[in-house]
Structures are given as structure tokens and as C-alpha cells.
């Protein structure tokens, strides 16, 4: 009984269940469990526990022994390959990582490959290359309490990755808050008129200045870049009003700029006006001074010839004047002392030779020859009291 027990006949039986693996000409489907605990005994084999026992013969020796823990094993493998595997992380050249373990910060990575535990580490990725822009829009009260509407926009960049995911929550609707409030307070310090014409660069660095003051305090981690007053323009209730007030004041800049073009020509020929006369009162100061020095040097040398012949000089120079007198006179009244008769010498005509009027062709030679003579003789009648007292009257009017 124990004999028959520990061994299978061989028979039909054995036949039949030797065609059922797939010896004979009925070939069925492959055995899944035979397949798995073939590949359960190469699992022990690696982990160093026993195969399969079996003789030559086609009889099982006895049944495999199985290790409970080696599937434990190759899960954790598995599993410590992925974990590991999934730990590399790529950090873009315009990026930041934040690495967070446990949710505390650590490190911040720059670009490159770098790798992580996951799990314990968190690594959030910053982009601080790319420049974000924020509007803000709305109606303000200035100083002089009119009512402006304001379009700003800015431009930042994120400058500190842990900061702008740590120290503030949601630092670009901070952002937009702080820069509703710098603008309401800068809006607040000017009037009207300047925010609407030459305020508005001003305007737009106060705002940039104070909001960049704000970021800084709040450190938020955000840089300004710049700060654009896009528009300033009144209510739509009194747009037409302020525009007639803007041409107005452009037609009184308009004529203010052509009144002071007329008053710079007026100006640059009244110089020239000036110039002209100050040259003209230069050349006739040389003019005089140059005449009065001449007349001084023929003064001295007529001295010297007056000092060696007073006589023949004083006659000369009596000749002279009355030469130059007459000369500008067109008749010259002669006096001949007891003579009652005047005589009227029409000397113009005279110098023009007779090509004057018909009365001085009518006088004769023979006349003038006489009227000549007879100057000549008073002349030489005269007294010496008189030569002298014409000789003084003369020097007196020189």
C-alpha cells in the first residue's frame, strides 16, 4: 500500500495525462499555472532558495518550496526605481527652481539638471526673464478738487523667486493694489492743468518712484521696469469744455510766441539803428578831430608867415575870406564911401561867363573893367584904421 502510494502508475493513465501536456497529437492551451511556478522557482533560485525536485523519470519528487518574501522585495525595488527615477527635474535657462522640503524652504536651484527626493522635496519653478505688465484705470481727485480720469500701465520682472512664493501671498494682486494706491496719492498732489498737459512725465516717474518703494517694503520680490501714463483726460460730462479751454490756451500761446517774434526784429533793428549811429557819430569825432587838426596846423604855419610879413599876410588872408564869402552870394553890394550911387556886381553871372541872363551879356568889358578899377582905388584909399580893424573883426570870426 505505502509502495502503490508513493508512486504513480504507469498505464493509460499516465499516457493520457502525458498527451494532456502536450505529447501526442491533441495539442492544448499552455498550463498558466505550470508558467508561473516555473518562474516562481527561477525567483528562488536568484534569492537563493530551492527549485523543483525531480527524477529522471516523468514523476514529481516532491513540491517546490516557496519564499514568502520575494515579492515584497521586487516591489520595493520597483518602486525605489521609479521614486529615484522620477526625482531628475530640467530647470529652463529663464527659470528659478524653489525647493521646498516638507514645505519649508530649502534652496533655490538655477538652471541645469538637478535632482530631488520626491515626496520630501517640492520644487516650484519661477520664471524671472519674462516681463509681465499690469493697467490700472480710474477716475481720481487732484489737488485743486477737479476730477481726472487716469490709465497707467507697468512692466516688472519677478527679481527674487523665493520671495515672490513666499513672503507675500498673491504678490501681483498686491502689486495691483499698491499701484492703485501710489497713483491715487501722486494724482492727489497735482492739479488738473498739469496732470492734463506738462505733468504727465512727472506724474508717471512720482508714481513709478513710490511704487517701487512699495514693492520694496512689502518684498514681494518683483522689479519695476517702467511706469507709462497712458492717458489723462477730463469727464466725459465736460470734455467739450476743456477742450475749448485747451485751444484757447494754444491761441494765447500762439500769439504770445508771435508777439515775441515781432518784439526780438524790433529789438535786433533798433541795435542795428543804434550800431549805425554809434559808427556815424565815431566817423564824424574823427572827421572833426582830424579837420580841427588841420586847421590848427595851417593856423600855426600861417603864424609863422604872419610873424615874418604882417602886412602881405593880413591882405591875403582878407582876400581870401571875401573871395570865399562872395563866392556863395549871388550879388555882392560894393560901397565906394562918398560915392552916393551903390554899385550891384551880379557875380553868379559873372563866374558863369556870360552864359547867364541877358542883363550880364548886355554889360561890356569896358564896364567891367571899371567897376573893377574903382574897387581896386577904394580898397587903396582906405585908412589903415580900417584895414586893421577888418584884419581883427576877421581873426574874431576865424
Not at 498558466?32 to 528562488?44: C, G, P, T, V, Y
Not at 517546490?64 to 530647470?91: E, M, Q
Not at 582830424?290 to 593856423?299: E, H, L, S, V
Not at 551880379?346 to 567897376?371: C, W
Request: proline share 4%; net charge neutral.
Amino acid at each position: 500500500m505505502e509502495r502503490r502510494g508513493g508512486r504513480r502508475p504507469s498505464g493509460n493513465g499516465g499516457d493520457d495525462g502525458g498527451n494532456n501536456r502536450g505529447g501526442g497529437n491533441n495539442q492544448g492551451p499552455p498550463d498558466l499555472d505550470e508558467a508561473l511556478k516555473k518562474f516562481q522557482d527561477k525567483i528562488n533560485r536568484l534569492f537563493g532558495g530551492r527549485g523543483k525536485r525531480g527524477g529522471s523519470g516523468g514523476g514529481d519528487g516532491g513540491g517546490s518550496k516557496r519564499n514568502p518574501f520575494v515579492l515584497p522585495v521586487l516591489v520595493v525595488i520597483v518602486a525605489a526605481v521609479v521614486w529615484a527615477g522620477s526625482g531628475f527635474h530640467l530647470i529652463d535657462q529663464s527659470e528659478r527652481g524653489v525647493v521646498f522640503r516638507f514645505g519649508k524652504y530649502t534652496t533655490t536651484l538655477n538652471p541645469g539638471l538637478h535632482w530631488n527626493p520626491p515626496i520630501v522635496d517640492q520644487v516650484k519653478n519661477v520664471n524671472v526673464t519674462s516681463i509681465r505688465s499690469a493697467n490700472q484705470t480710474d477716475s481720481m481727485l487732484t489737488s485743486d478738487e477737479n476730477i481726472v480720469r487716469v490709465s497707467v500701465s507697468t512692466q516688472y520682472v519677478v527679481s527674487d523667486a523665493h520671495a515672490f512664493l513666499v513672503n507675500v501671498n498673491e504678490p501681483e494682486m498686491t502689486l495691483q493694489n499698491a499701484m492703485d494706491s501710489a497713483l491715487r496719492q501722486e494724482v492727489g498732489n497735482m492739479q488738473l492743468q498739469q496732470i492734463l498737459t506738462t505733468g504727465r512725465d512727472r506724474l508717471g516717474q512720482r508714481v513709478f518712484d513710490r511704487l517701487s518703494a512699495y514693492m520694496e517694503a512689502y518684498g514681494t520680490g518683483l522689479r519695476l521696469q517702467t511706469v507709462n501714463v497712458e492717458s489723462t483726460a477730463p469727464p466725459d460730462q465736460v470734455q467739450n469744455a476743456f477742450d475749448d479751454v485747451i485751444r484757447a490756451r494754444e491761441e494765447r500761446q500762439r500769439s504770445i510766441n508771435q508777439a515775441n517774434a515781432y518784439s526780438q526784429a524790433v529789438v535786433l533793428e533798433a541795435k542795428g539803428q543804434k550800431q549805425r549811429l554809434v559808427e556815424e557819430a565815431q566817423g564824424y569825432k574823427a572827421a572833426a578831430v582830424a579837420d580841427a587838426t588841420g586847421q590848427t596846423n595851417r593856423f600855426n604855419s600861417l603864424l609863422g608867415e604872419y610873424q615874418q610879413a604882417p602886412q602881405v599876410t593880413r591882405e591875403r588872408l582878407y582876400l581870401e575870406t571875401i573871395s570865399q564869402v562872395l563866392s556863395q552870394t549871388p550879388k555882392a553890394l560894393v560901397d565906394l564911401g562918398d560915392s552916393s550911387a551903390v554899385t550891384v556886381l551880379p557875380l553868379n553871372q559873372m563866374q558863369a561867363g556870360g552864359n547867364g541872363s541877358s542883363d550880364a551879356s548886355k554889360m561890356s568889358m569896358q564896364q567891367l573893367e571899371q567897376i573893377s578899377r574903382e574897387v581896386v582905388d577904394h580898397m587903396n584909399s582906405s585908412s589903415n584904421s580900417q584895414q586893421q580893424t577888418r584884419s581883427s573883426s576877421l581873426r574874431e570870426g576865424r
